[in-house]
């Protein structure tokens, strides 16, 4: 996907993000939170979206958001001002392919069901691992394709929409792990039905 058709396709869905995608996506953001409140520090979110996953952040936290949709960020904004959220110190425009922060920045990031939406994933995850620290970790929550059975046959049927939808269907895993400092911790499949995967990389 294009940045434009990126930005077209969240432009509309931003009004309804949250009562549709984020309900089927509530599992596995719950889960990528819960694993960053264990740990401390800096975290950057990348593809903060609506802001969905920010109130459950930990106060200990100092958590940055991006996104390149403004129409996202501005729902996100809000959501900061009305619950009052501390531990959200800064929500920014940003292209994820050239993220605007120095090496080794921050202890966590994580980005949740956006490497299957921007048009070089290989790009982000190099700029994610980048910005985090050695030690650190990236959290990655993504739908990635099936190579068999029914799921796989409507991943293919879907994939020419994919700018419609607003991600890529049939995502394949092996884009994002090329990166050679970032070595997998800990993977598993996310309800519902296992269409998201869960994944914990460590920076070496």
Known sequence: M??????SSYRRWAPV??????????????RA??????????????????GLSLSRYAPHLEVTGIDYSDDMLDVARRRV???????????RQMDAQTLDFPDGHFDTVVAMYLVSVVPNPERVMAEV??????????????????????????ERLFAPLADKLGWHSDFER????????LEVAEERRMAPFGL????RLQKT
């Open 17 to 30: 993000y949250d009562a549709t995608f984020g309900r089927i996506t509530r599992m596995g953001r719950n």
């Open 196 to 199: 998201f995967t869960f994944l």
């Open 33 to 50: 939170v819960e694993t960053i409140n264990a740990s401390r520090g800096r975290v950057l979110e990348v593809g903060v979206g609506t």
């Open 2 to 7: 294009e940045l434009d058709a990126v930005k």
């Open 174 to 181: 092996a884009r994002i792990m090329g990166e050679p400092s």
């Open 81 to 91: 001002d009305n619950e009052q959220l501390r531990q959200v110190c800064e929500l």
């Open 129 to 154: 691992a980048r910005v985090c620290k050695p030690g650190g970790q990236v959290i990655i929550v993504n739908h990635f394709a099936r190579e068999r059975g029914f799921l796989a046959w409507v």
